[in-house]
């Protein structure tokens, strides 16, 4: 028995998806040969190479000078903007994130990640209508819907809506001709791989093998797809909805037996007259599935200096009440809202994921983690502490994260939580049964804060009847403990929220209730809408106006915040597994990057220098600088003093701005007022990454060889 398990492109690789190696780790048990191969990483590197940059800049430029470029030129003019340094630099920026140095300096981090986003961009524009990122994730092609089965099939038949065409032509294709597994397995977990999984599903099909689809995003559509034996027909022969590794093992036997598939749980296929067929359905007892298999994946190459594994510790969520969260939907074939994992296997998991892979860094992929749950695992990872491990993971801010629990945390090694608050505003709260009170939500911040654990606050704007009042409260919370949140390897966002189809508001919005109305035909002719995107808040704040509420958010946390963040951007990466690095690289040091210039009278002594990134234009009487992060105007006389630095080019703030003062034509008396007027356009440019602070430089040079001054 020999099966392929593939991970398709559209989401951000920085460390393998559990998925695949939970399927390998019990086909493998089960005595198959099984294969992977994460095209989504695979995808990403090919697409990310100064020769198809240099290829997508072409055919930008082309496009730009045919005289069908208007719709689209302001894009690809922007999409050009960083071509001739993508060309040069791109091999540098993937060396840079798995660089246990570079990754660690946040100026060269965010330049390196951003410099992806920018080439991924190019490469995209130069498609036409492709827009696929991992900043924000996304895989999107512009004039289709794909949750229209019609739109999916016309997609998956033009090659040239797919950016991995090649690889999975020139690389995965002949790969599997020669290897001839029984089954090919395509995981499909978003909605942003639902277009590049689909036409590689499609392109298997047409190639002979035995296709089948797995993951959480059809697993929400399972009546509509017994309606629907087109999909198969195209797509293929079998889908598993749910959970796969008893489903997956049993129709490997069956193909190698030749016996029918008539039976095989959570499996979907097409009966011998044509129709959907569904197996009985069935859920995993979570204790009896072996330690995920990474071997085969190539760990060292994903987009991290070390591998962050992900690990399971339970299924589901204890709460499971949310009425904005579909959670509770996706659980009700277990019968049980929360399957927990005995703590000690998850230790056996840890033990052995260290000793196959050196991993010492793990993401606990639960939906929720109870603090009862984490304070038995704690026990039970007691014996292998002396290889240091370090969990990130995600929980409720309830009142059992007590100081004595979040310290017990803390050793066992836990250095960040990510939590839902969801709202500041405790009728919010209750209107969604968020089962959350906002004073227990600041007094655990504050456990955490004491104990050493950092914390991400997950936020949402634009709840059924939350009013611009409620939002107020909302950033009053973040406000009124800003001298908690602001230290800088805690991170928050917030969100637009998304009338999820499968949940409790939803239901409620069909049905006319909770000042949902949902526009006629919001859902027509959509055979796998995720949500309800045509829908009005008659209580509340209209779903139109959620962006300009939150763009006002966002200035008032940029203001509150300065030294860490370019709201909603973080100087400490704010994504699960970077944090976590971070926190372990940082522990018992400190973190000396800013986003500003420190106070008056601060003895820290740094280097301001130019990004080498730097593209200067004129702008009237002033200039327009930029960086990859962003861009500034900025008065001409600022740019005159930054120009040439001082000799002495390592100081104090102080003593950098009178320096920089006394070099614009000004009476001494002025210059302390001129240094403090060049406070705000420095700190303008700090937070756009036109100048960075580096802190202690061993070497003295300040400025790059990229200055304004001939602006």
Not at 595 to 609: C, H, M, S
Request: glycine letters at 6%.
């Amino acid at each position: 028995m020999h099966a392929a398990l593939l991970f398709p492109p559209g989401t951000d690789p920085r460390s393998p998806h559990l998925a695949i190696p939970s399927l390998a780790a019990y086909l493998r048990r089960a005595g198959a040969r099984v294969t992977v191969r994460d095209l989504d990483l695979e995808g990403l590197l090919e697409l990310a190479t100064p020769a198809r940059v240099t290829l997508a800049a072409r055919d930008c430029r082309r496009r730009l000078e045919a005289p069908s470029a208007a719709p689209d030129a302001d894009r690809l003019r922007a999409a050009l903007r960083w071509a001739d340094d993508l060309r040069e630099s791109l091999p540098g920026a993937v060396d840079e994130l798995r660089d246990p140095v570079g990754f660690f300096d946040p100026h060269r981090h965010h330049v390196a990640r951003e410099r992806l986003v920018n080439a991924l961009e190019l490469v995209s524009a130069a498609a036409g209508r492709v827009r696929y990122n991992i900043g924000p994730i996304r895989y999107d092609v512009d004039g289709f819907d794909p949750s229209r089965l019609r739109d999916l099939l016309a997609l998956t038949d033009a090659p040239q809506h797919n950016l991995f065409d090649s690889l999975y032509r020139e690389s995965l294709l002949p790969a599997l001709a020669r290897d001839r597994p029984d089954v090919v397995g395509v995981s499909i977990l978003n909605a942003q791989q639902l277009i590049p999984g689909l036409y590689l599903a499609r392109a298997l099909k047409r190639g002979g093998h035995f296709v089948v689809i797995g993951g959480t995003v059809f697993s929400k559509f399972t009546a509509a797809l017994a309606r629907r034996p087109a999909f198969f027909r195209a797509f293929c022969d079998g889908l598993i909805a749910y959970e796969g590794e008893t489903a997956l093992a049993e129709l490997l036997d069956r193909r190698a037996r030749g016996r029918s598939l008539d039976g095989v749980p959570n499996l979907l296929y097409l009966d011998e007259r044509g129709r959907v067929a569904a197996g009985p359905t069935h859920a995993e007892d979570v204790n009896a599935l072996p330690t995920p298999d990474f071997d085969g994946l190539p760990l060292d190459r994903y987009l991290a200096p070390a591998p962050v594994l992900p690990i399971l510790t339970g299924k589901g969520c204890y709460f499971n009440r949310c009425k904005f969260c579909d959670i509770p939907s996706i659980n009700q074939i277990a019968g049980k809202a929360y399957r927990v994992r005995d703590p000690a296997r998850v230790a056996e998991d840890v033990a052995t994921l260290h000793l196959r892979h050196g991993a010492r860094h793990f993401e606990i992929t639960d939906e929720a983690l109870a603090p009862k749950l984490l304070l038995r695992l704690a026990d039970a990872l007691e014996p292998l502490q002396a290889i240091r491990p370090r969990f990130v993971g995600y929980a409720r801010l309830e009142p059992g994260f007590t100081a004595a629990v979040c310290r017990r945390l803390h050793a066992m090694g836990v250095r960040k939580l990510f939590f839902g608050l969801e709202s500041g505003s405790q009728a919010v709260l209750d209107h969604m049964d968020k089962g959350v009170r906002v004073d227990d939500a600041r007094a655990v911040l504050r456990r955490c804060a004491a104990a050493g654990i950092a914390v991400h606050l997950f936020s949402i704007v634009g709840f059924p009847e939350e009013t611009p009042a409620d939002v107020g409260e909302t950033l009053r919370f973040f406000l009124d403990d800003a001298a908690l949140l602001d230290a800088p390897h805690n991170s928050f966002d917030i969100h637009p929220f998304t009338l999820d189809l499968r949940t409790d508001y939803a239901r409620a919005a069909l049905a006319g209730r909770m000042g949902i109305h949902v526009e006629p035909g919001a859902l027509a002719g959509r055979d796998f809408p995720l949500g309800i995107e045509r829908w009005r808040n008659t209580h509340g704040i209209a779903p139109e106006e959620v962006p300009g509420v939150l763009a006002e958010v966002h200035a008032a946390l940029r203001e509150a915040f300065p030294n860490y963040r370019n709201f909603p951007a973080h100087l400490w990466p704010g994504f699960e597994e970077y944090s976590l690095l971070y926190c372990d690289h940082y522990e018992g040091r400190a973190f000396p990057y800013r986003l500003n210039l420190p106070p008056p009278g601060d003895r820290g002594r740094f280097a301001l220098t130019w990004s080498a990134q730097l593209q200067v234009e004129r702008a009237g009487d002033a200039v327009r600088l930029r960086s990859l992060l962003g861009d500034a105007i900025t008065p001409r006389a600022t740019v005159a003093a930054l120009a040439e630095l001082p000799a002495q080019r390592v100081g104090c703030v102080d003593a950098l701005l009178d320096a920089l003062a006394a070099r614009l034509p000004v009476a001494a008396e002025q210059r302390p007022r001129v240094a403090a007027a060049l406070r705000e356009p420095i700190d303008i440019l700090l937070r756009v990454g036109v100048l960075r602070l580096i802190p202690e430089p061993s070497e003295p040079s300040c400025l790059s060889a990229s200055t304004p001054a001939s602006a």
